[in-house]
């Protein structure tokens, strides 16, 4: 059964400063893995999506990575900022349609 | 061009009542999903459509059912509500598999 695990469930940190945020899998038979944004009591936005043959996506200050042989992807956000501030979530699909959760990191950036 | 719309936004239910949670979309896309997301927890998959007249189980289906018969609707039918219900339904939707999923904002459910 596939595991997706988020580490840390919070994070704090100043403005400015780079982090990186980590998910890791237990089945590396995977189709791809997303990355989520969700801001308190919205819906979930896709922010980068990493198909099973690539390595990493970009997208402005992000930048998602993908090993799956250790069953693990980072999350990279740039220059942080307060604006940065959601909980992020990491899903893998194995199969067409069967996409699994982490239970997410919640990101607060402070100015 | 609205994307995927949910309603209702809020509702409270009483044990044994029943409901349906609408969810709408405009992007003609061919696959549609129902989550439910319990607090400090990840999303887990109700039920799924690949397309119209098609509907299949997910991960927790007990409890809901759906119908599909358009493109544009899927909606998630309740029939005897039960606290365990309580939670924020999503819904989202896919054009084809492995291609970025777009949500819903969510419809927070309480069953009392």
């Known amino acids: 059964k596939q595991e997706v695990t988020q580490i840390p469930a919070a994070l704090s940190v100043p403005e400015g400063e780079n982090l990186v945020l980590n998910c890791s899998f237990t089945?590396?038979?995977?189709?791809?893995l997303q990355w989520f944004r969700q801001d308190p009591g919205k819906g979930l936005t896709s922010l980068l999506l990493?198909?099973?043959?690539?390595r990493e996506q970009t997208s402005g200050r992000l930048n998602a990575s993908l090993d799956k042989s250790s069953g693990r992807s980072t999350l990279y956000i740039a220059a942080s900022q307060p604006g940065d501030s959601a909980t992020y979530l990491c899903?893998?699909?194995?199969?067409?349609?069967?996409?699994?959760f982490g239970q997410g990191t919640r990101l607060t950036i402070n100015p | 061009n609205a994307g995927v719309t949910q309603t209702p936004k809020f509702r409270i239910l009483k044990i044994g009542q029943s409901m349906t949670l609408q969810c709408t979309q405009d992007?003609?896309?061919?696959?549609m999903y129902w989550y439910r997301q319990d607090p400090g927890m990840g999303l887990k998959l109700i039920y799924y459509?690949?397309?119209?007249?098609?509907?299949d189980k997910g991960e927790v289906p007990n409890g809901y059912n759906v119908s599909r018969s358009t493109t544009e609707d899927f909606p998630l039918r309740l029939e005897l509500a039960a606290p365990s219900q309580t939670s924020v339904y999503f819904c989202?939707?896919?054009?084809?598999?492995?291609?970025?999923?777009?949500f819903g904002s969510g419809t927070q459910l309480s069953v009392l």
């Open positions: 899903a893998v699909k194995k199969g067409a349609q069967k996409l699994v």
């Open positions: 089945d590396s038979a995977i189709y791809n």
């Open positions: 990493i198909q099973s043959s690539q």
């Open positions: 992007m003609n896309h061919n696959y």
């Open positions: 459509s690949v397309g119209a007249g098609i509907t």
């Open positions: 989202a939707i896919e054009q084809y598999p492995g291609e970025k999923l777009f």
